[in-house]
Every structure is written in structure tokens, then in C-alpha cells.
């Protein structure tokens, strides 16, 4: 993995073996950045304030190994990824605007692929993590995830209908408590449809009924215009010796037929002449018959007038044009028999909302039991992980229970107030030692024993829904002592099926590692490709000395460091 310009870190390559690898180093040196690095190659949210001081933007570029079969090698492939020899290339680039992309296999693809694939990849767990898990909906989502498809495939089904449901008594509501409302839009919609009826508009009717009064209103020039056209071309009866078009036209023609036979230029002009005496002809005759036909009548004109109005007073109300007017009316008789079907759909959806609450409640209890099930083995895993933390007499258990609902679903033979995951409420309770009363961990758990009951929650679920890679920062947050040395001891066997990496301050922890890397600043501050180095022989016992002591030469702390290691390299 190669980081630049996030954080501390200026420009660093970070090699992760197979295996445990501990990153340490000083405080504020940066180790944090590389858990940050890798979770955003997974799809991690992108802060622009991770961008380096006086950088344009933050750039991680990882290489991952996908097991043979993986479903996120499908998926990347899916979507235009290509593979180097089985391995993906990935890369997340934040700008200090706030932008953020990613590129999968040499191909641009949306952020959300990079969770996406993380699920198939990874699982990541620092300080926040362990905050989530004393919240009862994350201690739910563990359980489910525990209990595999005993729960998972109810709770799909559970989900699609409660999602019906409320989407159902939501109609239901909104028609109920809107009768009223919805009564009075009936009846203006009811008004308007009546209304329209009674004039019974027709398509384009409107502008028909203006090109007609347009008509009739200048009968009388139209006319007049229409007969001096028609004397121009034809002639006027009333004066013999006038000159019109046609006696010119057909003049003209009868002096190029006398010679058009001595040119052919000539005769074709002779045709088109004829031709144009044709066509006055037939234009002097429509002229004629408009004139003829011409409606001057004042009633006819008064109707249309009276036509137009009723119009009118349609499309002010209902629409810009009579067109629109019934696109109105069509929309509107839909909505009515809509609206006059209240009843018959109440009656409807108040059937369909006793079918699903009916159904809700016979997952609800299907769940109930899958998670009552999975509960026990999870909880006797879990406890049988602090033994071998250095907790050997706590106990772990998960408290289902329900609140009643006179509204809610059955389960149990009681209504129960029930939501998106269903009915249980889930609490994960901790007695530290035998004479302890369980407690939520949120309350029964110090700092120290909550990291240790993540680290155990995680084991266990390295067991049933394992992942190839491990991220841990701090997880050994306020252990010390022989619980430091057990949960170093379990991060190793947890390694040994999976790579894991882990940020930690613990020498006893670190000391079991298979590889141990080391963060450290320059002067100036910054991480750069030589701030990460491979810790061996002896600078990895100065480091332990330095871990343990705070001091590099202290023989004591050397002495210890050495002891350290070779009883991990012994209990490996």
C-alpha cells in the first residue's frame, strides 16, 4: 500500500504480510494513518481535513490478493475492473475541496463499490468500533450476523412486508383522515364535469370559432375584395370595353401560336403562357364562387360570438385552450371515480393491512426464536473467548425481551411494539466474575475488558463469517499486564488463518506478531517512504525496549523485550 500527502504521512509504502503485523511507534507518528489508509481503499468515508496541510489532495493505492472464488473479484470484473495475477489494484484519491474518487482495476467506479466490496474483503475495527458495539441496535446487527440465514432470510421477508405495511397504512390513513378534504374535491371535481358537459366543447373548436367570426365580421370587405379581383382577372360585365388579365393573357398567347412553329424556344414560352391563362381561369372562377358563397349573415355571426363566450368562460377556469379544457375533464372523471371509490379501497387495504400485520407477526416470532437460538451459542463462544483473554470467570449473555403494544404484533401471545428489524430488543450483558450480576456492557465493562469483549465478538465471528484481513487500532485500549500478553496470544491464533494488522501501543502485543512495522516522524514532521520500516533482530528489540520502558538502552527493558519475544516465538 502506498500512501501520499494524508495526514503525517508525506509519501510511505506499506508492505502487510500475510499473517499478524503490528504497526507501532510513537505516538502522533502517523500509525493511525495506515488503518485510515486502508479504510478508505474499503469504501471509508473521505475527510478532507486528512488531506496533508499545503497539498491539493490525499492519494491511497493498495494491492489486494482475492481468494480464489471471491464474490468481489465477480463484482469488480462486473464492473470493468481488471485482475494483475489475482490480485486487484485499487486506488482513492481525496481532494482538499472535499472530492473523492476511486479507481478499481484501472477503471473509475462509483465509491460505494469500494464497501461493497469490502465485505468480501475486510473487516475494520478502531476505538469507534467498540463505542458502536455498546449500542443495542449494533449488538442486534452482530447477533443477526452471528446467526447466519436462520435469521437473515425471515428478516428479508419480514422487511418486504413491513415495508408493505407502512406503506399501506399510510394510504389508508391519509383516505380516512382526509374524507373530508377528499368529499369537497368530488364535489368541485363534480361541478367542473358538469359544467363542461353542458357545452360540450369539441376538439380545436375554439380556434375554428374565431377563424369564422374573423370571417364574418368583414363579410362585407372580403366580398368587395373578393369581385374587384375577379373583374382584374375576368372582366367586369358592367364595362365591355375594360382591359382584364385573361383578354391580355390570351392576346399574348395568340401572337406566339402564329409563329412558334420557326422556334421551339418560342413554343415553350407559348405553352407556359397558355398555361397561365389556365390558371387565372381557374383562380378568376374560385374568386366568383367565394363571393357567391360568403356567409354576411349577422345571426350566424351573433351565434358564433355567443359560442365563443360560453368557451370562455371554460377555458378560464379549466385550461388555455378548449384542447385543454378536456384533457381537464379526462384527468379529472379519473381522480372522481378515484375519489367515489373511497369506500370500496378502505375496505381493500384494511383487509391487506390485517393480512400483513397477521404475517409480521408470524416472522416477528420466527425471528424471535432464531435470535433466542443464536443467542445461546453465540454468548457460550464469546465466553469461552475472554477465557483465553485473561477473563476466565466472565460470562456473556444476550437479553431478548419485547415491549408491549396494544398496537403492535404477536409474538409470544402478547402484542409487542415492533420496527424495521423486528421485535426483539437485544442486549449484550457482561458479569465479569461470578458474584457479578449481568450487566449491559456499556455499564459492566471498563475500557479494557470492553476491548477485550470486541476482540472476543470478532473471533468468534472469524469462525463463522470469516474475511481474509483483520484491521485493529488499539483494540488493546486499557489492557495491560497478562490480559495484554492473552490477547496478543489470540490476535496470533486469529492470524493464522487470517492477515491481521494491528495498530498497538503494547509491547506484550506487538511481541507476537509475525512482522513489525515501525512508524516514525522526520524532523520536519512528516512520515516519508523511509518513516516505515521492517523491524528485525535488533532494532525490533530496541523498539519493545522503548515500547516497555521509554527507553531504547535500558538494559531491563531489553532484557524484558527479549524474554517477551521468545516466549511468543515458544507459544507459536
Not at 217 to 222: I, K, N, T
Amino acid at each position: 500500500m502506498r500512501i501520499r500527502s494524508l495526514g503525517v504521512i508525506d509519501d510511505a509504502v506499506v508492505e502487510l504480510s500475510p499473517g499478524f503485523t503490528a504497526v507501532t511507534g510513537e505516538t502522533g507518528a502517523g500509525k493511525t494513518m495506515v488503518v485510515t489508509s486502508l479504510g478508505l481503499l474499503l469504501g471509508g468515508r473521505a475527510d478532507p481535513a486528512l488531506v496533508r496541510i499545503g497539498s491539493k489532495a490525499a492519494v491511497v493505492e493498495g494491492r489486494v490478493v482475492l481468494p480464489p472464488g471471491a464474490s468481489a473479484a465477480l463484482r469488480a470484473e462486473e464492473a470493468g475492473a481488471e485482475l494483475d495475477d489475482g490480485a486487484l489494484l485499487i486506488s482513492r484519491t481525496i481532494s482538499a475541496e472535499g472530492r473523492s474518487r476511486a479507481h478499481v482495476g484501472g477503471r473509475s467506479v462509483p465509491v460505494g463499490l469500494l464497501a461493497e466490496l469490502a465485505d468480501d474483503l475486510a473487516a475494520v475495527h478502531g476505538q469507534t468500533d467498540q463505542q458502536g458495539l455498546l449500542r443495542p441496535a449494533r449488538q442486534r446487527q452482530a447477533l443477526d450476523r452471528y446467526a447466519g440465514d436462520a435469521v437473515a432470510v425471515p428478516l428479508e421477508k419480514y422487511t418486504g412486508a413491513y415495508r408493505r405495511l407502512r406503506a399501506v397504512a399510510g394510504e389508508l390513513e391519509e383516505i380516512t383522515t382526509r374524507a373530508r378534504e377528499r368529499a369537497q374535491e368530488a364535489d368541485l371535481l363534480r361541478f367542473g364535469l358538469d359544467e363542461i358537459a353542458a357545452v360540450e366543447p369539441l376538439p380545436g373548436e375554439d380556434a375554428e370559432l374565431a377563424a369564422e367570426a374573423e370571417r364574418l365580421g368583414h363579410a362585407e370587405s372580403l366580398a368587395s375584395a373578393a369581385q374587384a379581383a375577379h373583374a382584374a382577372l375576368a372582366g367586369n360585365p358592367e364595362d365591355p370595353e375594360g382591359i382584364d388579365a385573361n383578354t391580355l393573357v390570351a392576346g399574348a398567347h395568340r401572337a406566339l401560336e402564329s409563329v412558334r412553329a420557326h422556334d421551339p424556344a418560342l413554343g415553350a414560352l407559348a405553352e407556359r403562357i397558355g398555361e397561365l391563362g389556365i390558371l387565372l381561369a381557374d383562380v378568376a372562377g374560385e374568386l366568383a364562387g367565394y363571393a357567391d358563397d360568403l356567409d354576411a349573415d349577422p345571426l350566424r355571426l351573433a351565434a358564433v360570438e355567443e359560442r365563443r363566450a360560453a368557451l370562455t368562460q371554460l377555458t378560464r377556469k379549466y385550461g388555455e385552450s378548449v384542447d385543454s379544457v378536456l384533457q381537464w375533464s379526462q384527468q379529472s372523471s379519473a381522480r372522481l371515480l378515484e375519489l367515489d371509490g373511497d369506500d370500496e379501497r378502505i375496505a381493500e387495504l384494511t383487509a391487506e393491512r390485517d393480512g400483513l400485520r397477521t404475517e409480521l407477526s408470524q416472522l416477528a416470532q420466527a425471528l424471535t426464536d432464531a435470535r433466542v437460538e443464536a443467542a445461546s451459542r453465540f454468548a457460550s463462544d464469546v465466553t469461552a473467548e475472554l477465557a483465553s483473554l485473561a477473563m476466565p470467570h466472565a460470562r456473556v449473555t444476550f437479553d431478548i425481551r419485547q415491549t408491549e403494544d396494544p398496537e403492535g404484533v404477536e409474538v409470544d401471545g402478547r402484542p409487542v411494539a415492533y420496527g424495521p428489524a423486528g421485535a426483539d430488543e437485544v442486549e449484550l450483558l457482561l458479569a465479569p466474575h461470578p458474584g457479578a450480576q449481568p450487566r449491559p456492557i456499556a455499564k459492566g465493562a471498563s475500557g479494557g475488558e470492553l476491548s477485550r469483549v470486541m476482540l472476543a465478538v470478532e473471533v468468534v465471528f472469524a469462525g463463522s463469517d470469516p474475511v481474509p484481513t483483520y484491521l485493529f487500532d488499539e483494540v488493546d485500549a486499557g489492557v495491560g499486564g497478562k490480559a495484554a500478553v492473552e490477547v496478543g496470544r489470540r490476535l496470533a491464533k486469529l492470524a493464522r488463518t487470517a492477515q491481521v494488522v494491528v495498530v498497538t501501543h503494547l509491547p506484550q502485543v506487538a511481541a507476537f506478531a509475525d512482522r513489525q512495522l515501525l512508524v516514525e516522524k522526520t524532523v520536519d514532521g512528516s512520515v516519508t517512504r523511509s518513516g516505515v520500516t521492517v523491524l528485525e533482530g535488533e532494532d525490533r528489540i530496541r523498539e519493545l525496549s522503548r515500547m516497555l520502558a521509554g527507553q531504547e538502552d535500558s538494559e531491563t527493558a531489553r532484557a524484558h523485550a527479549e524474554e517477551l519475544l521468545e516466549a511468543a516465538r515458544a507459544d507459536g
